[in-house]
């Protein structure tokens, strides 16, 4: 009876103390991002990566783990500035002892399985076409972007490199550029912007920048340098001067956010958001007062989508519209009128999958949120998808609604046919999945839409990067000899 009592007690006061750790978390988590509930993540990752992780960034040192390992002095001078990783603990040991406690005790020991959901079918609307860069075996696209009117896409890769392929798939080699390749963007009917990242992996430092290509004069410059990991950008009137204004999105790690250049100006830059994890931005009038509102997603920490109004006069107001955990990954977004109610719904993928939880996580995968009208967006539509990071939508099959195609790439290749996936909108925001057989050579991390042969059916883009050699012999043990750096998937409704 004895023993039964002392195990009641100690019972109580374990709940006693995971109720207080619960407290304690909601306090300090929410001074950076949303709360994470423990059964987001296993006992296991909380333990030995996310918990050891959080407690360094309150200043305290447990265990032997280096989280400058591999820095530059640069960027560990940048880190210590930012104070990052504190010298004095911003917590006492006993509460800290408390939100360990709370999480160890809260999740659960396997990760939680994908709801149900609707076996994909093999899909037979695009017929595909491998295409390989001699001398790269393994395949690192950063970048794929089709310039209809030559018929030319360009691919950039992590070497870096940046290849242009024309339509009889002749490929030149184009001047050598700073850093990976990731964005490419059309400025007018000659101009083209290209981005490079800088680091590809996570870094605070400022090697990233945007040149300008000419086509017409054979042009190559430098437009704007000394960027945080620069990962979209986006020109449009702000201020209705007739004048293209600059938005670009610094992706960096601790640092980054959203800027605008006044006029395109590299030399006036104001920030919109100084929240690290800007990933993409789009503009569009969603208040009907004539001026275009800014739509954007932030990745890192505190994973959001916020709508800046435009109030005139360069001055912008922000409702944020969707906010997340930090572990649920957000990866893109468009904006698309899914239920044709004159009102702009968003397509949201989330699947990001590397820091500190790389596991199966159920919540990954593809939704829509619909709007009601005063961009209040509730969810009405998901698919799981592991390690997705990219879901575009456009009516492939030309019957006047929008499907949806999207790419994995933070999975670990169980399925490797089904990284990409095809939607085809049945109606009522129902749509029938299908995956692609051919998809299993290679993960891909690029997708580019287009009209490839000017037939006037959409026809998509997708670029390989086997990040890792495990990844690379993953395919290997398949069966799998070489692999395409683009697989291209044309559209056969035409």
């Known amino acids: 009876m ?28 929410a001074s950076c991002h949303v709360f994470p509930a423990p059964e987001l993540l296993t006992k296991q990752v909380w333990r030995e990566s996310v918990l050891p992780n959080m407690a360094r960034r309150l200043g305290l040192k447990i265990g ?27 917590i006492g040991m006993d509460d800290w002892v408390k939100i360990q406690t709370f999480y160890e005790s809260e999740a659960p020991e396997q990760a939680v399985d994908q709801k149900a959901k609707n076996a994909a079918e093999v ?39 940046l290849f242009a392929i024309d339509q009889y798939q002749e490929i030149f080699s184009l ?21 490079c990242v800088g680091q590809i992996n996570p870094s605070d430092l400022s090697t990233g920048r945007v040149y300008e290509i000419d086509f017409q004069k054979g042009a190559f410059g430098i437009l704007i340098d000394s960027l945080a990991r620069p990962v979209d950008m986006l020109w449009a009137d702000l201020e209705n001067d007739g004048v293209a204004d ?3 999105c610094e992706y960096g790690n601790n640092i980054g956010g959203l800027s605008v250049y006044k006029n395109g100006d590299p030399h006036k830059k104001e920030w919109l958001s100084l929240i690290p994890g800007a990933r993409k931005v789009e503009v569009h009038d969603l208040n009907g007062d004539g001026l275009l509102d800014i739509v954007f997603m932030s990745c890192q920490a505190r994973e959001h989508l ?22 649920m990954g957000l990866s893109y977004f468009e904006m698309q009128d899914f239920n044709r109610d004159g009102h702009l719904d968003i397509l949201l993928s989330n699947g990001d ?7 199966h996580k159920a919540f990954h995968g593809i939704r829509i949120y619909l709007n009601d009208g005063a961009d209040n967006f509730e969810e009405a539509w998901f698919y799981p998808q592991y390690g997705t990071i990219k879901s575009m939508a456009t009516d492939f099959d030309q019957d006047g609604d929008l ?33 692609l057989p051919e998809s299993a050579k290679g993960k891909w991390i690029c997708m580019e839409l287009a009209d490839k042969d000017g037939d006037g059916d959409t026809d998509v883009f997708l670029g390989s990067y086997l990040h890792s050699m495990q990844e690379y012999t993953q395919l290997l043990f398949q069966g799998l000899k070489d692999f395409p750096n683009v697989l291209i998937l044309e559209n056969t409704v035409k």
Request: aromatic share 12%.
């Open 2 to 29: 004895k023993k039964c009592t002392v195990g009641f007690l100690f019972l109580i006061a374990l709940g006693a103390r995971a109720q207080d750790g619960r407290q304690l978390a909601e306090r300090y988590c």
């Open 64 to 90: 032997n783990m280096d989280y400058l390992d591999g820095k530059s002095p640069e960027e560990r001078a940048l880190l210590k500035k930012l104070n990052t990783y504190p010298d004095e603990a911003q």
């Open 123 to 161: 899909q037979t609307l695009f017929r595909t076409e491998e295409l390989k860069i001699n001398g790269i075996d393994k395949p690192n696209s950063t970048l794929l972007f089709f310039k209809e009117e030559q018929q030319t896409l360009f691919l950039g890769t992590a070497d870096p490199s």
């Open 175 to 195: 001047p050598a550029v700073s850093s990976p390749p990731v964005l490419m963007q059309k400025r007018d009917s000659t101009k083209v912007n290209l981005m």
């Open 246 to 248: 600059l938005l670009l």
């Open 306 to 327: 916020s709508v800046f109004y435009n109030l005139g006069e360069g001055q912008f107001e922000e409702k944020e519209v969707l906010t997340f955990n930090p572990a």
């Open 353 to 359: 999958n590397w820091d500190y939880s790389s596991i």
């Open 403 to 435: 499907d949806i195609v999207s790419i994995a790439f933070y999975d670990n290749l169980e399925k490797p046919e089904e990284q990409f996936l095809y939607f085809e909108n049945l109606g009522e925001l129902k749509f029938k999945a299908s995956f």
